[in-house]
C-alpha cells in the first residue's frame, strides 16, 4: 500500500506562484512513475505533469513553460512548482503514483487564483 500526502496549496493572486509537495511512505518511491492531476469545480480531472522513473517529464498544455515537475526520490517527494499562475489554474491537485498496474491517489490540495 502507498500513502501519498500533498501539501503546499493555498491562496495565491494572479501572476504569484506556489510549490506543491507529495510525499510518499509505503513504497520503494523510486520504482513510480508519478504525476499531478487537477480537478475545477464541474470539470473532469485532467492530467497537468508527469515525472517517469527516469525522469522523463510531459506536461500539458495549458502549463507549459509556467508549471515544472520534479522528483527527489532520497526524500520520497515529487513537487510541482507552478509559476505566473492564472486563475484558470484554480483547482483541487492531486498526486498519482502508477507501477504496472498499480495507482495510488493522495487526498488533494486545493489552489485558488484570485486577486
Known amino acids: 500500500q502507498v500513502q501519498l500526502v500533498e501539501s503546499g496549496g493555498g491562496l495565491v493572486q494572479p501572476g504569484g506562484s506556489l510549490r506543491l509537495s507529495c510525499s510518499a511512505s509505503?513504497?520503494?518511491?523510486?520504482?513510480?512513475?508519478m504525476a499531478w492531476y487537477r480537478q475545477a469545480p464541474g470539470k473532469q480531472r485532467e492530467l497537468v505533469a508527469l515525472?517517469?522513473?527516469?525522469?522523463?517529464?510531459n506536461y500539458s498544455d495549458s502549463v507549459k513553460e509556467r508549471f515544472t515537475i520534479s522528483r527527489d526520490n532520497a526524500k520520497n517527494t515529487v513537487y510541482l512548482q507552478m509559476n505566473t499562475l492564472k486563475p484558470e489554474d484554480t483547482a483541487v491537485y492531486y498526486c498519482?503514483?502508477?507501477?504496472?498496474?498499480?495507482?495510488?491517489w493522495g487526498q488533494g490540495t486545493q489552489v485558488t487564483v484570485s486577486s
Open positions: 498519482k503514483a502508477q507501477r504496472l498496474v498499480y495507482t495510488y
Open positions: 509505503g513504497t520503494i518511491f523510486n520504482a513510480y512513475n
Open positions: 515525472i517517469t522513473r527516469d525522469y522523463s517529464t
